[in-house]
């Protein structure tokens, strides 16, 4: 079992940044490859990034490439999401999940284990 907690969501004015947190416990971290997803009132989730257990081949969806950085540190189980330039359109529940069966995919479908959630809003 893998618990996920994510943190560092909030408030944001257009073009700025926020780093978004997700802490694990339970089983072995760096094992799994990791996910964030998100999904905003009225859509269904979304597939924004996605990481190897290694930290390796880190891959975006392409409405966050270029401006969404993935990264991983394996000492402090913990996975990070570094947002830049944000946009309205960004604003979403983020969710971070965990896929233990090594799929590395964009299909939330295939995702084992899942935070809590964290609210991002991004204001014009």
């Known amino acids: 079992q893998v618990q996920l907690v994510e943190s560092g969501g909030g408030l944001v004015q257009a073009g700025g940044s926020l780093r978004l947190s997700c802490a694990a416990s339970?089983?072995?971290?760096?094992?799994?490859?990791l996910g964030w997803f998100r999904q905003a009132p009225g859509k269904e989730r979304e597939f924004v990034a996605a990481?190897?257990?290694?930290?390796?081949?880190?891959y975006y969806a392409d409405s966050v490439k270029g401006r969404f950085i993935m990264s991983r540190d394996n000492a402090k189980r913990t996975v990070y999401l570094q947002m830049n330039s944000l946009e309205p359109e960004d604003t979403a529940v983020y969710y971070c999940?965990?896929?233990?069966?090594?799929?590395?995919?964009?299909?939330?479908?295939?995702?084992?284990?899942w935070g809590q959630g964290t609210q991002v809003t991004v204001f014009s």
């Open positions: 999940a965990a896929d233990r069966r090594a799929f590395y995919c964009s299909n939330y479908g295939l995702y084992d284990y």
């Open positions: 339970g089983r072995t971290f760096s094992t799994l490859d």
């Open positions: 990481i190897r257990w290694s930290g390796a081949s880190p």
